[in-house]
């Protein structure tokens, strides 16, 4: 996956979906996806994996 930014020079600094689709893909073995269509936005979809046996004390 590709991200880029639509903001002008030093205006933030283009590493949010980065870190999360690496915290999210690499972390958690979960999957990012995106889905957009121009003049309608975008919906960003984050599938986690469900594990079985409840939280750890």
């Avoid at 980065?18 to 599938?47: L, Q, W």
Wanted: net charge negative; hydrophobic share 40%; proline share 5%.
């Amino acid at each position: 996956m590709l991200f880029f930014t639509t903001k002008p020079v030093r205006m933030g600094t283009g590493f949010g979906f980065g870190v999360s689709y690496f915290i999210i893909t690499e972390n958690h073995n979960g999957e990012m996806t995106v889905e957009s269509s121009p003049g309608a936005g975008a919906k960003f979809i984050i599938n986690l994996p469900i594990y079985g046996g409840g939280l750890q004390d």
